[in-house]
């Protein structure tokens, strides 16, 4: 079975300054790992993922991350944080055993200080 | 854009009244997801689908069904909604590189 856990449910950061979003997941196969993000009352958008290939991972709208094995981890960060980055974000892992069914972190809304 | 349609997007009902949720892709894809999003619990899966008539139960199926009669239509069904299922209910595809898209969502309020 596969689970993630979304540590902080909150984040507030200045703009400007580094956004780190952590996420640790649990799988018995390697994952496949996603991370999504949700503007207000709009639905999931794809941010980055990783599926095996290189371990930092870059994404849409200066987002990386990098996957650790060995901490099974696969944090989010984005060096310097814009007011357009207020969203809620959420990882996934992909079980490639049983359908490609994602299993959801609960999510982290992050907010943007001027 | 993965080409998904969520209709109706917004819905109020009763207690023990029947809804039913489409979800609409124009891009042939086989398998399609339904899941639900509540806060601190992320989503949801409740069923999906890998082909027409082909659906599988997900970790939230009880009080809901699914039918695909066709491949582009993707029906959701509270047969007697309750409270508990208000909620904002997503529809997805696995596109390509086994990805997950997600349509606009439809959000049901169960009075």
């Known amino acids: 079975a596969q689970s993630v856990t979304q540590l902080g449910s909150h984040v507030s950061v200045s703009e400007g300054a580094l956004v780190l979003l952590r996420c640790n997941y649990s799988?018995?196969?390697?994952?496949?790992l996603f991370w999504y993000v949700q503007y207000p009352n709009q639905g999931l958008q794809l941010l980055l993922k990783?599926?095996?290939?290189?371990?930092l991972v870059k994404g849409i709208n200066g987002f990386e991350a990098e996957f650790k094995k060995s901490e099974t981890s696969f944090h989010l960060t984005k060096p310097s944080a814009h007011m357009s980055d207020a969203a809620e974000y959420f990882c996934?892992?992909?079980?490639?055993?049983?359908?490609?069914?994602?299993?959801f972190g609960a999510g982290t809304t992050v907010t943007v200080r001027a | 854009d993965a080409g998904i349609t969520q209709s109706p997007r917004h819905k109020v009902t009763e207690t023990g009244t029947p809804v039913t949720l489409r979800c609409h892709q124009t891009?042939?894809?086989?398998?399609m997801y339904w899941y639900r999003q509540d806060p601190g619990h992320g989503l949801r899966l409740i069923h999906y689908?890998?082909?027409?008539?082909?659906?599988d139960k997900g970790e939230v199926s009880d009080g809901y069904s699914v039918s695909r009669s066709k491949t582009e239509d993707f029906l959701l069904t509270l047969e007697s909604a309750t409270s508990s299922q208000t909620s904002v209910y997503f529809c997805?595809?696995?596109?390509?590189?086994?990805?997950?898209?997600f349509g606009p969502g439809t959000r049901l309020t169960v009075l």
């Open positions: 997805a595809i696995r596109g390509s590189g086994d990805t997950q898209y």
């Open positions: 799988s018995s196969v390697p994952p496949y």
């Open positions: 990783y599926t095996s290939a290189a371990t």
């Open positions: 996934a892992v992909s079980d490639l055993t049983n359908d490609y069914k994602l299993s």
């Open positions: 891009e042939n894809h086989r398998y």
């Open positions: 689908s890998y082909g027409v008539k082909d659906t």
